[in-house]
């Protein structure tokens, strides 16, 4: 029999190279985890009041909801970034932005389907993997300060959104074969929307080493890992 915990969620993260995970209120893997030890990982044994599941795939583009149309969500995002004939597109609201989330999870990976089998909420329900710009968004809005800045950064691609109150100032998705491309790319959007990091957060949901987290503390006002 499994072990239950009601009064808690999870929020699982998965890429090509792993996952990390973190129980709300309680703690993580604080890093990167090969998928072998899924197996072995006491948390997910548990089930939970929540299940998040977040994919880091970068084949996804935000459409505002009026220019949105179901039949053609296969070619919106082809138009976009390069997609296989074989993969399978999928899509989300955004209604906090009044937008639609088009997306493809098949990126080479099996592991978040796995996850998603064997981490279920308490009535056995099995979570719905979705991009990790879908919970980037998500916590946008959630940042209390007036400038939000919510990046992740794995498998050589630059995951960030960045708000001003309400306003969605900008969503998308580099390639930064390093970290170093990653803060260029960073710094290049808050240049071009007139943002100063020395008086702003910026929050990371993915887990950040040392030297990446004390390099964001040279620009920054404060980083925020979440």
């Not at 996850?115 to 209390?144: H, N, W």
């Not at 950040?208 to 979440?226: A, C, D, H, P, T």
Request: proline share 3%.
């Amino acid at each position: 029999m499994q072990n239950t915990n009601t009064n808690s969620g999870i929020s699982i993260q998965v890429s090509l190279s792993g996952y990390s995970f973190k129980v709300e209120g309680d703690h993580g893997s604080g890093r990167w985890l090969s998928g072998a030890e899924m197996f072995t990982t006491p948390e997910f044994q548990k089930r939970y009041g929540q299940v998040r599941i977040s994919l880091l795939t970068h084949k996804c583009t935000l459409v505002p909801e009026q220019f949105f149309d179901s039949k053609e969500a296969g070619r919106m995002l082809s138009d976009v970034v390069k997609t296989g004939d074989n993969d399978i597109v999928d899509y989300i609201r955004v209604e906090q932005f009044g937008a639609v989330l088009i997306f493809s999870n098949s990126i080479g990976e099996t592991l978040s389907r796995a996850i998603s089998q064997s981490v279920l909420t308490e009535d056995g329900f099995k979570a719905r993997v979705l991009p990790e710009m879908y919970y980037i968004l998500e916590s946008l809005e959630k940042c209390p300060e007036y400038n939000k800045i919510v990046a992740s950064w794995a498998d050589g691609y630059l995951h960030l959104a960045i708000g001003q109150g309400r306003n969605l100032m900008l969503a998308n998705i580099f390639k930064a074969p390093d970290f170093t491309t990653a803060e260029y790319f960073i710094f290049n959007a808050l240049k071009k929307l007139q943002l100063n990091p020395e008086m702003s957060t910026i929050t990371f949901r993915t887990p950040l080493g040392e030297e990446e987290e004390m390099s964001l503390y040279r620009y920054f006002r404060s980083v925020e890992k979440i």
